[in-house]
């Protein structure tokens, strides 16, 4: 792990965040949406456990095209449902949308990022979410509207919608260095929560901040290992930030 010189992090030009499991709660709302569909296609045996499992396995061993896609694909086979694989995602994103607006941050990363809006300093969001869901938590989620709304905070958000390549591809950070013309690339940084999102950081060869969620701990190591710092809490980076600058 390595340590941020003197008032490194006071000169940043950007932070660009991930957003599910970094900003906001949403990856275990996402597995209990996961397990209602495979619930919903007939499967009253198979643990959630199991069907997690299963799905991330499928989702690991999907390089294109849309993942969700290809999986609610891959759950039409299996369950030989009388519905089709677009279907099948229409009912996921209906499920999604009534979730997404009981979403919430993370303890303290409403602080953070108003934090570094008084210091100036720009931010992106980078989120392998719809367009959709984005427009939900600024719109309809009246906790997140409150609290710090994504809209008003962040200087550009990109969406799955806006790229062609999924994470650990550094395509979605690729596109924010262009859109920002970063030259130096030391003065950017990213908060992330994943293995993939760390990965696809390092790619573009940018800074990288883990926050802890624990549901990558099953990647720990590996991101404690890639990151160039790693923090339990948005307290710990905010303190982190305040002794640099």
């Known amino acids: 792990m390595r340590v941020f010189s003197e008032k490194e992090l006071a000169n940043l030009d950007l932070v660009i965040f991930d957003l599910d499991g970094t900003l906001i709660d949403s990856n275990g709302v996402n597995n209990d949406l996961d397990v209602e569909l495979v619930r919903w296609l007939g499967d009253s045996k198979s643990s959630s456990e199991e069907i997690l499992l299963e799905r991330d396995n499928v989702i690991k061993n999907n390089k294109t095209g849309d993942i969700y896609l290809?999986?609610?694909?891959?759950?039409?086979?299996k369950y030989n449902s009388k519905f089709s694989k677009e279907q099948i995602l229409q009912h996921r994103r209906d499920l999604s949308k009534e979730l997404s607006k009981s979403i919430k941050f993370k303890p303290d990363a409403d602080k953070m990022i108003?934090?570094?809006k008084s210091?100036?300093?720009?931010m992106a969001l980078a989120t392998v979410s719809r367009k959709e869901t984005i427009d939900i938590y600024i719109n309809e989620n009246e906790y997140m509207k409150n609290k710090c709304n994504l809209q008003e905070y962040f200087d550009y958000i990109i969406t799955k919608d806006d790229v062609t390549?999924?994470?650990p591809n550094p395509e979605v950070y690729n596109n924010i260095i262009d859109k920002f013309k970063i030259?130096?690339?030391?003065?950017?940084l990213v908060i992330e929560d994943s293995l993939t999102g760390v990965l696809a950081a390092k790619r573009a060869n940018l800074n990288v901040i883990a926050?802890?969620?624990k549901y990558s701990d099953k990647d720990?190591?590996?991101i404690n290992e890639l990151?160039?710092?790693n923090v339990d809490s948005y307290q710990e980076l905010i303190e982190l930030f305040k002794k640099e600058c």
Not at 70 to 77: A, I, P
Request: with cysteine; glycine share 0%.
């Open 165 to 167: 390549l999924k994470k």
């Open 183 to 188: 030259t130096d690339l030391s003065r950017c």
């Open 211 to 213: 926050i802890y969620d």
């Open 114 to 116: 108003k934090y570094l």
């Open 227 to 229: 990151a160039d710092y």
């Open 70 to 77: 290809n999986y609610c694909e891959y759950l039409r086979k």
């Open 119 to 122: 210091k100036n300093i720009k």
């Open 220 to 222: 720990r190591e590996k």
